[in-house]
C-alpha cells in the first residue's frame, strides 16, 4: 500500500502484560514519529526517528515504553508492564524531509490500545 | 513553551450551515500552522497549512487565515456538508520536527 499501516488495529490486555505495536512506513520516508492519543486530549509526541541518526526519546513517559526502528524502516513500540493509564490510540506517523518545517506527516490509521 | 489552544467540542451543525472552529497558538519565532483531520476510522490527514502571516491556506473548501496580530489559525467552512464529520486538530511547528497539536475538534453535521 502507498500510505503508513500500522499494526494492530485493535488490542486487548490486561495490566501488567507488555504489548508490542508495529509501524510500516511510507517507503523512502527517512522521518518517523510515535504519538499517544489518548480520550479527549491532543497527539503526544512519544518518540522521533530520522534516518541513522539517535532518535528522540524526550516524549516517552516513561521507561516502561521503548521503540526501535529496523533497517531504517518498519518501527516497534514496546510498552512493558502495560497499566490502565496507558489505554489510548497510539499513532505512527512518516516525512520525506523533517528538516522543513513545512514537512507533512503522513499518519497510519493507530492501533486502539485498552488495558483492562 | 510552545502550544495549541482549539474550541471544545464537539460542534453539532446543519447540512450547509457556516463553521467556524477557533485555533490559537503560542510560540517563540514563526511557526508553520496546520489543520489536520481525522475521519472516522482513518488516521489524521493534512487540510491545510500556512507559513507566514497572513497566509491563506485552503482545502476542500475549507480556509484558515495566518494572523500573527491575534495569532490565530481559525477553520471556516461557508457550507458544510455531512462528509465533513470528523475530528479537526489545529497545530504548529516552529523548525525541526517536533509538531504540537491542539485537542482536537469533533464536529458532527447532520443531515
Known amino acids: 500500500g502507498a500510505g503508513v499501516s500500522q499494526s494492530p488495529s485493535n488490542k486487548v490486555t490486561e495490566k501488567g502484560k507488555d504489548v508490542e505495536l508495529r509501524c510500516d512506513p511510507i517507503?523512502?520516508?527517512?522521518?518517523l514519529y510515535w504519538y499517544r492519543q489518548s480520550l479527549g486530549q491532543g497527539l503526544e509526541f512519544l518518540i522521533y526517528?530520522?534516518?541513522?541518526?539517535?532518535?528522540?526519546k524526550s516524549g516517552l513517559p516513561s521507561d516502561r515504553f521503548s521503540a526501535e526502528r529496523t533497517g531504517g524502516s518498519v518501527s516497534t513500540l514496546t510498552i512493558q508492564r502495560t497499566q490502565q493509564e496507558d489505554s489510548a490510540v497510539y499513532l505512527c506517523?512518516?516525512?520525506?524531509?523533517?528538516?522543513?518545517?513545512?514537512?507533512?506527516?503522513?499518519f497510519g490509521p493507530g492501533t486502539r490500545l485498552l488495558v483492562l | 513553551g510552545n502550544s495549541v489552544t482549539q474550541m471544545e467540542g464537539p460542534v453539532t451543525l446543519s447540512e450547509e450551515a457556516f463553521l467556524t472552529i477557533n485555533c490559537t497558538y503560542t510560540?517563540?519565532?514563526?511557526?508553520?500552522l496546520f489543520w489536520y483531520v481525522q475521519y472516522p476510522g482513518e488516521g489524521l490527514q493534512l487540510l491545510l497549512k500556512?507559513?507566514?502571516?497572513?497566509d491563506k491556506g485552503s482545502n476542500k473548501g475549507f480556509e484558515a487565515t495566518y494572523r500573527k496580530e491575534t495569532t490565530s489559525f481559525h477553520l471556516e467552512k461557508g457550507s458544510v456538508q455531512v462528509s465533513d464529520s470528523a475530528v479537526y486538530f489545529c497545530?504548529?511547528?516552529?523548525?525541526?520536527?517536533?509538531?504540537?497539536f491542539g485537542a482536537g475538534t469533533r464536529l458532527f453535521v447532520k443531515a
Open positions: 497545530a504548529l511547528r516552529t523548525g525541526g520536527f517536533k509538531t504540537i
Open positions: 517507503s523512502g520516508h527517512t522521518a
Open positions: 500556512a507559513t507566514k502571516a497572513d
Open positions: 506517523a512518516s516525512s520525506l524531509n523533517p528538516a522543513s518545517s513545512l514537512e507533512t506527516q503522513y
Open positions: 526517528f530520522q534516518g541513522n541518526s539517535a532518535p528522540d
Open positions: 510560540a517563540t519565532g514563526y511557526p508553520s
